[in-house]
């Protein structure tokens, strides 16, 4: 894709001066920003430049968002283009409209949940080797999902099994914790590792059994690849086309996501999404989704514990339901389970329609 894509990115930020004689490239030389012509068209004067037009690095669909309207969002393709220049006195090169639609086509076939170099590290995944320890770490997980997995299908979904064996096979040789931690990780912890590439959440498999020292004692606790890089989220590794329709799933926990993947959603690795919330909240998630990658025309199926605070759900509703998106709520109703980080076994799959 580089210089391609470079190319075509000085042709598409020459079109948009051209046609938006206000048009400046944000920071990071990532985004053109203009003022939205859809606000201006509805009569709300934007003079503060509100619409952000995504060039495409990284392979990013060339989405644009204005930060005033949520509804002025989509796919720049070369309809939406002369929609948004129709008020511009200089119309689109007809040229530059048919290299538009070209490479809309090409990027939207692109596998974006790849590893990205986002983070700034590419870092690849490593085979995992048989041993004793990995071992105990395999019976762990397909213990708590009730499956039955090799060690290479969950080295597929981005889970970690030794972080010094990953570090060492990226070509990373600082650690960001001290030699003797970095030893009890690879011993009690299984780890996941983000969509930043930036940071890993470790499970503690011995919590409560084997005594550790009080900084790595929780149940979760994060390992940073980069120190001071953001933590992301938790998503296994799929495959979407970012113009056809996207089920997204959202669930708290790794392995309720985890879970719901292999449980309840069939291992499905076509148009799906597939995300654990960690810390954070269902409704950054969603933005990251619809924000940050441009999603068009997603459903969201949140896997809600049964402990979930009673303003969670108003909120995304408050937030989502004007995007005319629609939320289904699923929770787990087998008796004495509070979520899906269970065999099927424990699982009755109970689902409404938010809005
Ligand atoms: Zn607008």
Redesign the pocket.
Known sequence: MGTTNNGFKELLKEQLHKLFPEAKEDGADANTLIN?????M?G?R?NDR??SICLGDDGKPLFFN????NL?RGILNSENLEKLASASTTIPDAGFLELLDEYNRRSGKMNRYRLDSKGRYNIGLVRVDNTEINEVKRIYICKRLGLDLPLEELAKNKIIFSIKDLLYRNYIRETTRAPQIMELLDKYYVGFLTNTNGCIILRNMVAGKIPLPESIADRYIKYMIKKGAPSGYYIIPTSCNLYNHIDIHLAEGTFDILSVFYNLRGANRVDNIYGSIGGNSYLNMMEYFLSDLGIIDPTFHIYVDNDIKPHVLPEIERKIKPLDIEVYIHANSYPGEKDFGVPMQKIQEYVYKLF
Request: charged content about 25%.
């Open positions: 939205c012509p859809l606000c201006n509805e709300k934007d509100h619409m204005c930060w005033r309207n002025h």
